[in-house]
């Protein structure tokens, strides 16, 4: 079948365009060897090897909504919808186990098709799971059917809408935009979105809000939430659309309901976003602070002094040391090795990267004020080459993560946040929690931090750990991980996420995020809105 709307080229086991790579030096191997022991290579099937549990057939009443082109049900496009981004699905992906798929996946062309396939579900009892990017690392799009026997995959492909109102400064944007194509379609008139997660290059529009992400900008743009204006949802009983106005006081905020629900509630189908003039000028710098404490510091110091640039992020002391490792004299960049070593008498310290972008002189004015906070609490400049390394480089972790699950690495990260107050205490605790759970399972590990998306009160710790493999046992000893660094965060107060969303991994955290009355509120509105439950199971609110 020749597809109309063919998806962009990407690896099926891993991240990214299959044409790219990004290795890691013999330097950088050396020190995982050193440091985490000898890991045993993970081996990778063919997609052929791969084997699916077969497909159901599915009602015509369902199918026979979208074009005959649209309804897809081979090997490849089930597999491709079966599994998102996190180490877990990886490890599956390679391995070829997977113990669900959707049973097709359906492409409609408009909001109307999307409103008449989730009509048509709840009559048939077919479960649904909406389908953007599918770069969720929370299990968002398991194709896990809850009470169901059948499932589908609504892949939003289609709906790539771009309409600018330059008067206001708006765009309504289709949820199957992906981060570039949205990105291209506003610069070519001159505007930009300033959403750029890391995972940018596949992740979508209606992603972005149904799981409220941040993007690397997010202090000088603000998270995707942050920027959404208007919202149309349609849902198995109806459409949810919110007025296009900057503001309303009519109660409560349906469209604050809509972000973040992650499918469970419907399918996002029209997004309003405020834009802004592409930059002018773009200045990115590395700093360096003392340590990791003292850099946090200086970032609330920055943020409390309304002096944060657009882009503000601090690695701890074990992330500035192995980022710069895994760089060797490639990769995160030469300039940034070489920066960093002149300034080892300075006993390691950690790297902060900064940056600014908008009208020149506004870049000039911010980037002078910030760099007075940033000096007077103990930080020294690396310079501009190092900042424009990491701009390069922005992208490729998800790449390099390829490569070390190859060489036999476990690698997963999570993230939550917390107020300026507690946050040092959330740090610790999460990092003894992952190091003590890594030795558990006698792959003593790796922990790295960073710290970003700052706010006036509070911030968000991003962390990753790299450990040995346990041949076999990948999932189980990822689990134990992930339980106790969960288990850290809840202890600490920290919230379960602060963009990744829920999907099923966060599910059994949500009573402690939200309390049980918050849980009964979230129910009853699924209930109220999904009557058969056929949206996304198993997602945000635990089975
Ligand atoms: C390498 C990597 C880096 C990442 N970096 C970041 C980051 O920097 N910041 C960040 O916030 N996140 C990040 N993520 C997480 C992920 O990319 C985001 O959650 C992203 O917003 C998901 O977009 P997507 O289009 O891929 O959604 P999908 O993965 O397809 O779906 C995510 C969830 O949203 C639902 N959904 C998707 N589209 C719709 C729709 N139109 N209507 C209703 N529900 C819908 C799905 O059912 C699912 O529950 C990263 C992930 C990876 C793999």
Redesign the pocket.
């Given at each position: 079948m020749a597809e109309a709307h063919p998806p962009p080229d990407s690896k099926w086991w891993g991240?990214g365009d299959p044409s790219r790579r990004v290795e890691l030096s013999e330097t950088a191997r050396a020190m995982l060897r050193d440091q985490l022991g000898a890991a045993q290579p993970a081996e990778r099937v063919g997609l052929d090897q791969v084997t699916l549990p077969q497909a159901r057939p599915l009602p015509a009443a369902v199918t026979g909504i979208v074009d005959e082109d649209c309804v897809q049900i081979d090997h490849e496009q089930r597999l491709r919808r079966a599994a998102?981004?996190s180490y877990p699905d990886l490890v599956r992906l390679r391995a070829g186990r997977l113990e669900a798929a959707p049973d097709a996946v359906l492409l409609p062309a408009d909001a109307a098709q999307v409103t008449a396939l989730l009509a048509a579900c709840t009559r048939e009892g077919v479960a649904v799971?909406?389908?953007?990017?599918?770069?969720?690392?929370v299990g968002?799009?398991d194709p896990y059917a809850g009470p169901h026997e059948r499932l589908i995959s609504i892949d939003?492909r289609r709906l790539r809408r771009v309409e600018i109102d330059p008067v206001s400064l708006v765009a309504r944007l289709g949820?199957g935009l992906r981060g570039p194509e949205a990105e291209a379609a506003l610069a070519a008139r001159g505007y930009t979105l300033g959403h750029f997660?890391?995972?940018f290059e596949?992740?979508?529009v209606?992603?972005?809000a149904?799981?409220r992400?941040?993007?690397?900008a997010s202090s000088g743009y603000g998270r995707f939430d942050d920027l959404v204006t208007s919202l149309t949802m349609e849902t198995p009983v109806g459409r949810l659309a919110t007025l296009d106005t900057p503001h309303t006081a009519a109660g409560p905020s349906l469209r604050q309901l809509a972000l973040g629900?992650?499918?469970v509630l419907?399918?996002?189908t029209d997004v309003g976003v405020r834009i802004r003039p592409a930059p002018e000028a773009r200045r990115y710098e590395a700093w360096i602070s003392p340590d990791f404490a003292s850099g946090s510091e200086l970032v609330r110091s920055l943020a409390q002094a309304d002096a944060l640039p657009d882009i503000t992020r601090i690695s701890d002391e074990a992330e500035t040391r192995v980022s710069l490792a895994l760089a060797g004299t490639s990769g995160v960049k030469k300039a940034l090795f070489e920066a960093y070593l002149r300034l080892r008498g300075r006993h390691g310290g950690c790297l902060v990267v900064c940056g600014w972008e908008g009208e020149r002189d506004s870049v000039e004015r911010r980037r002078a004020l910030s760099a007075r906070v940033l000096r007077k609490g103990g930080g020294a400049v690396l310079g501009e080459a190092p900042g424009r390394s990491w701009e390069r480089g922005r992208f490729d972790?998800?790449y390099l993560r390829d490569e070390l699950i190859d060489l036999g690495y476990m690698v997963e990260t999570l993230e939550t946040s917390h107020t300026w107050s507690r946050l040092g205490d959330l740090y610790a605790g999460v990092e003894r929690a992952l190091e003590a759970a890594l030795r558990g399972q006698r792959t003593p590990g790796i922990v790295l931090c960073h710290l970003s998306h700052a706010y006036r009160d509070g911030a968000s710790l991003y962390f990753t750990w790299i450990a040995a493999r346990r041949p076999g046992a990948e999932i189980e000893q990822w689990q134990a991980v992930k339980q106790a660094a969960s288990e850290a965060i809840v202890a600490a107060g920290g919230t379960i996420t602060h963009?990744?969303?829920v999907?099923r991994d966060h599910a059994p955290y949500m009573a402690a995020e939200v309390g049980e009355t918050g849980l009964e509120a979230l129910r009853a509105l699924k209930h109220r809105l999904d009557p058969a439950a056929v949206m996304?199971p198993g997602?945000l609110l635990p089975d």
């Open positions: 991240w998102g981004k799971v909406p389908f953007g990017g599918g770069t969720s690392v968002g799009v939003l949820p997660p890391q995972s596949y992740a979508t209606g992603g972005f149904a799981t992400s941040a993007g690397q629900s992650e499918g419907g399918v996002i972790a998800p963009h990744h969303a999907g996304n997602k």
